[in-house]
């Protein structure tokens, strides 16, 4: 044996290359966690209404303003959990945060199931006259866990679509198209996950426990929490770079001071970007001019310090900051327009579950249809159409005209909202059918056939595909990088004006209805007395006001946002050697 060959090398073996961070490798782990998550989350939206009907003995109308009440806070708590996450603790520990709270919002509301002394007696759902109310601190035992559920939510919801683009770089064509792709594929697996889950765990709730239907989603809130942080050594975290809404105000600020000034007259305060940052420089633009005096010098020697840095951020701020402010005036519009869209959201998990409480849902002789099941036709429809579009629209496209077609921005969210008005339409055609059927038999329960709801369902699912998914892909890459979070709150924020105002509408029709009708429109525990219908006409009437706004006014935004994206791919195919078409 040589000598030589058995002696150690002086020189240690090169350690093995590190694996890159981010990329696919590490979103996987995120969509793991957020799948389960919206299982969790979903499987008690999609079944609280009927377990505070039946549970609790609550009428019509208090059903329909606790649903709408708690998903409204849930998503303005997006505001607090981004403002967390860029100060102080970053996305990554907000949402590890977010889903702890959630998990333990989640025990809570299922111990309101395991012990019956949580809750008041069983009631006969038709004998509604004499059924004993909750205590109030029975129903503050149930909004306890509700609301750490809101706050898990506040956490969650603003990070997890922006975490996960965090793990791209959209500083190259690869990385842009990943993201846009991301999007998609984000909402894609965990409707999946739900359209498996809800229907086992809907069922579990509604025909065999309670206690046992709320434990498995607390169950997979853990498993949540146990995907995300095995995850954690793949993930790029990026560290807090201080609240957008900070400089916000300092923008507001600086301009009203600054108010007397011309820009014209003086020279702009834009530094360059730090060396660390990858993230695009923002140029400067025309629009709402009257901001850019936050960022003019008046005075150099007051207002800079010996490195050019401003003495008083209150009174300078940078062009980046005004043009980050710029950003999210311009999204306002079409925000407006998305609030119109969303209150159809609602009304699914609302009046349409309790719609299905009293139709026929009697599938042969031994099977009853859960009314929490309603939700899967908008599940799949939403699933289907995603795929058709991901993996048949776009690929037949690319090969008729040998580019990558996709539907611009300003169509997808016109679809939506046509399809919205167009849920509502369906949905009060299909409720004065069910309610007559039952005042003709003099019946509580209607004999019309659930299946008569599902496609106000399918389309409320399909306007989901269209607009939701389109007014998330805006507001987020509108937004420049380190304002992600902020996107995603303001996203939630849509959802959660949108829940207050249906709730607002609710009350203030069945308040009018009372006093001009013989019956209110909404309220009370039996539908048959109500005229559902027209409430629901009523919604498509400000539905159709909400796509003439779109149309002549908000679309303009989301076109000058189609047309960058177009320019921008122009320039980059200019600039890119000429590929056969295989490469």
């Excluded at 960022?295 to 209150?314: H, M, R």
């Excluded at 996107?487 to 249906?502: K, M, N, Q």
């Excluded at 309220?523 to 009523?538: E, I, M, P, V």
């Amino acid at each position: 044996m040589d000598l030589e060959s058995s002696l150690p090398s002086p020189h240690p073996p090169p350690p093995p290359p590190r694996r890159k961070l981010g990329g696919w490798r590490a979103v996987k782990y995120i969509i793991g966690n957020e799948s389960f998550e919206k299982l969790s989350s979903m499987s008690l939206i999609s079944n609280i209404t009927v377990y505070l009907s039946t549970n609790y003995n609550v009428n019509g109308i208090f059903v329909v303003n606790v649903v709408n009440i708690w998903s409204g806070t849930s998503n303005v708590a997006t505001l607090a959990g981004a403002f967390i996450a860029d100060t102080c603790l970053g996305r990554y520990r907000t949402l590890l945060c977010g889903s702890i709270a959630s998990f333990l919002g989640m025990g809570i509301v299922a111990l309101t199931a395991a012990i019956h002394q949580l809750r008041p007696s069983h009631c006969n759902a038709e004998d509604s006259n004499h059924c004993p109310q909750p205590h109030l601190w029975q129903l503050l035992v149930l909004f306890a866990g509700l609301g750490l559920l809101s706050i898990g939510a506040g956490g969650i919801r603003p990070c997890n679509v922006a975490f996960g683009a965090d793990q791209f770089d959209t500083t190259t064509e690869k990385g842009k198209s990943q993201l846009e792709s991301f999007f998609n594929w984000w909402y894609l697996s965990f409707t999946i996950a739900l359209l498996i889950a809800l229907t086992g765990v809907v069922y579990v709730q509604t025909n065999v426990s309670w206690t046992l239907g709320f434990a498995i989603p607390t169950i997979c809130f853990f498993f949540s929490i146990s995907i995300f942080l095995l995850g954690r050594h793949t993930y790029i975290i990026a560290e807090p770079r201080g609240s957008m809404f900070t400089d916000m105000s300092r923008v507001i600020i600086a301009a009203c001071r600054k108010r007397r000034h011309s820009v014209s007259s003086y020279s702009l305060y834009d530094p360059p970007m730090e060396d660390s940052s990858c993230e695009e420089k923002l140029l400067h633009t025309e629009r709402f001019k009257w901001l850019d005096r936050a960022a003019i010098i008046v005075n150099p020697e007051e207002e800079l310090d010996e490195q050019g840095k401003p003495k008083n951020p209150w009174r300078l701020c940078s062009l980046q900051q005004v043009e980050g402010f710029k950003c999210l005036v311009s999204i306002i519009p079409v925000w407006i327009s998305g609030i119109g869209c969303f209150i159809v959201f609602n009304q699914p998990n609302t009046f349409g579950i309790l719609q299905a409480m009293q139709s026929n849902r009697s599938i042969g002789p031994h099977f009853k249809f859960p009314p929490g099941w309603m939700n899967l036709a908008g599940m799949i429809s939403l699933s289907i159409w995603i795929v058709v579009y991901e993996r048949v629209f776009i690929k037949l496209g690319k090969k008729i005209t040998g580019k990558e077609r996709r539907l611009t921005m300003e169509q997808r969210i016109t679809i939506g909202i046509v399809l919205s008005i167009l849920s509502m339409v369906v949905s009060g055609i299909v409720e004065k059918h069910r309610r007559d059927a039952a005042l003709r038999n003099g019946l509580f329960i209607s004999p019309t056939s659930f299946a008569f709801l599902l496609p106000q369902h399918a389309l409320t699912g399909l306007m989901e595909a269209f607009a939701l998914v389109a007014l998330m892909e805006f507001f987020t890459m509108h937004m420049p990088e380190h304002m992600r979070t902020v996107a995603g709150a303001i996203f939630f924020l849509t959802l959660s004006v949108a829940s207050y105002l249906s709730s607002l509408i609710v009350d203030l029709i069945h308040t009018v209805s009372a006093k001009i009708a013989k019956s209110p429109w909404v309220g009370g525990h039996d539908l048959n007395q109500n005229r559902l219908d027209y409430y629901y006409f009523t919604i498509a009437v400000i539905g159709t006001l909400n796509l003439l706004y779109f149309m002549f006014f908000a679309s303009r935004f989301v076109r000058g946002y189609d047309n960058k994206v177009k320019l921008m791919e122009n320039v980059n195919r200019t600039d890119l050697p000429v590929k056969d078409e295989e490469s």
